[in-house]
């Protein structure tokens, strides 16, 4: 196009006469505004495959995030399923006052224990939010992941941290009752602990505790996956 400009200019230039001049002026100012709109354009497109390999990279530690949540979660089930087991274990021999064996020190200390402080990672997301949200170009996809870690995983983690807290005048209570190695607990007198309704009670508590942050937990997995699907998607 620009050759065909230049051609036109050349003829103007061989001829004469103030209409052909205005022609040809208004001919240079094509060929100016031409190669604006030109380098316009590549840069506008050089912009966008940046943004597209910014985008790329948020959309990658994100899905690494999510991956890492979950398996997080999972080893916390695990971990709560071990306690929970425990727990059954030790309710077991004090409801039906079975003989205390060596074995079941480690149950009573892994029944008592309440849940660890459980963090997630949200490195991702923050790496979303100060890339700017615009950089993500699906609208669905966008609208999902941010209604995931700003409204799905608070309100799910209020309530995680509402239950089987630790709870302090029970620790108290089991303090004199068992000799202390390293996480094993002995009883001191088993036959006291039989009839300790106080004590049974909280056991109780706190597996049924744990049964409901399994529950909990594997709900939110489920939530996770679907975002983590979403992004996995949108790479391609």
Do not use: C
């Not at 003989?99 to 020190?105: I, K």
């Not at 029944?111 to 949200?122: D, E």
């Not at 909280?202 to 942050?213: D, F």
């Amino acid at each position: 196009m620009l050759t065909s400009f230049r051609k036109i200019r050349k003829s103007f230039l061989e001829s004469s006469g103030a209409r052909k001049y205005t022609l040809y002026a208004i001919g240079e100012i094509l060929l100016v505004v031409i190669g604006i709109l030109i380098a316009l354009r590549i840069n506008n497109w050089n912009e966008f495959r940046k943004d597209r390999v910014k985008e790329a990279e948020v959309i990658e530690n994100l899905i690494e995030n999510l991956e890492l949540n979950i398996a997080t979660l999972e080893s916390d089930i695990d971990d709560l399923g071990r306690k929970t087991r425990s727990a059954q274990i030790i309710l077991n021999v004090l409801d039906n006052r079975l003989s205390y064996h060596d074995s079941l020190a480690m149950h009573f200390h892994q029944a008592r224990v309440s849940k660890t402080p459980l963090r997630l990672s949200q490195s991702g997301y923050e790496q979303f939010k100060n890339t700017g949200f615009d950089i993500m170009l699906d609208d669905e996809v966008k609208k999902k992941t941010i209604t995931y870690f700003e409204s799905t995983y608070p309100k799910w983690y209020a309530k995680y941290e509402q239950v089987n807290h630790l709870y302090v005048p029970f620790v108290d209570h089991v303090v004199p009752l068992f000799i202390y190695t390293r996480e094993k607990l002995v009883p001191i007198d088993i036959d006291q602990l039989y009839e300790d309704d106080y004590y049974i009670s909280w056991i109780r508590a706190y597996m049924e505790g744990r049964n409901t942050l399994i529950l909990m937990e594997n709900e939110f997995i489920e939530e996770t996956r679907k975002v983590l699907v979403m992004l996995e998607h949108a790479q391609f």
